[in-house]
C-alpha cells in the first residue's frame, strides 16, 4: 500500500492550487476481498469505501461486520437494484435521471430514511460514460431536491480517458462550474465534487475536487479475472 506517497501528492496538488479546505479521500474497494479493505480501514486518512457494483458490495458487507467507513456506490446504478443498493450503501453518488431520483426517493420514504446522493454528470461527452448531459443538469437538480428523502450532497463526474491534461482540466472545470450554479441556484452547501481518481487526481483537485476515488494507486492493479 502506497499510503504516504499518495498523501503528499494529493497535499502537493492541494499546495499548488492554493486550497486549504479539507479534501476527502474514497479508497475505490471494487475486486478487493474483504481482507484488503479491512487492513485499508486502518490507515485513518481513508474516509469512504467506493463500490461500483450492488451485488460485489451487497457479499461483502455482509462478512464485513462493523465498519467505522461508510460506503459509497460510484458505478452507474439500474433502477431495478434501487432498492438493494438502498439497503447496501451508505450514499448513492450516481444519480443521472429524474425518474432514478424519485425512486430512490419513494423507496428511502419506505424505509424511513434520509439518503444522501450525488448527481453524476458527463463531463467529457464520452458514450461510454454514465452521468447526465450538462444540458439536462438543471432538471435533473431540481428533480433530486425535490425529493424529501434524499439529501443533496454535490456532484461527482469521472475524467476523460486521455493524457491531454487541458482536455482533463477542462472537463474538471466544468463541473465545478456546474456545482456553483447549483449551488446559486438552490442556495444548498452541496460540499462535495468528487472527481480524480489514481491517474488524474492532481488535475481534479487543482480544478477543485473535494472527494478523490483512488483504486490502483492504493491496492496496486485490479484483477478482473480473479473473483466477482
Ligand atoms: C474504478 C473507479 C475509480 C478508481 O479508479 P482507479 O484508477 O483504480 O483509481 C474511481 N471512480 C470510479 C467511478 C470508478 O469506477
Redesign the pocket.
Known amino acids: 500500500m502506497n499510503a504516504e506517497a499518495i498523501l503528499e501528492r494529493i497535499e502537493r496538488a492541494r499546495e499548488k492550487s492554493g486550497r486549504s479546505d479539507k479534501i476527502y479521500f474514497?479508497a475505490?474497494s471494487?475486486t478487493r476481498t474483504v481482507d484488503e479493505m479491512k487492513a485499508a480501514e486502518k490507515f485513518t486518512f481513508i474516509d469512504f469505501f467506493?463500490e461500483?457494483r450492488v451485488q460485489e458490495a451487497e457479499s461483502k458487507r455482509k462478512s464485513y461486520g462493523q465498519s467505522r467507513i461508510p460506503w459509497r456506490l460510484?458505478?452507474h446504478l439500474q433502477a431495478n437494484k434501487a432498492r438493494k443498493a438502498l439497503e447496501v450503501f451508505d450514499t448513492i453518488?450516481?444519480i443521472d435521471t429524474p425518474a432514478l431520483a424519485e425512486r430512490l426517493g419513494r423507496i428511502a420514504n419506505e424505509l424511513g430514511r434520509v439518503i444522501p446522493v450525488l448527481i453524476e454528470v458527463n463531463t467529457s461527452g464520452e458514450e461510454s460514460k454514465s452521468g447526465v448531459d450538462p444540458e439536462n443538469f438543471m432538471p435533473l437538480l431540481d428533480a433530486v431536491i425535490s425529493q424529501q428523502n434524499l439529501r443533496l450532497d454535490g456532484f461527482?463526474t469521472?475524467g476523460p480517458i486521455t493524457d491531454d491534461e487541458a482536455e482533463i482540466r477542462r472537463a474538471f472545470a466544468s463541473l465545478r462550474r456546474l456545482s456553483e450554479d447549483a449551488r446559486k441556484k438552490s442556495g444548498l452547501p452541496l460540499p462535495i465534487v468528487?472527481m480524480g481518481?489514481?491517474?488524474d487526481?492532481e488535475s481534479a483537485i487543482l480544478e477543485g475536487s473535494t472527494l478523490v476515488?483512488?483504486?490502483?494507486?492504493?491496492?496496486g492493479p485490479?484483477d478482473y479475472t480473479q473473483k466477482n
Request: proline fraction near 0%.
Open positions: 474514497a475505490v471494487k467506493g461500483n460510484i458505478g453518488d450516481s461527482m469521472v468528487s481518481m489514481s491517474g487526481f476515488r483512488i483504486g490502483t494507486l492504493l491496492f485490479r
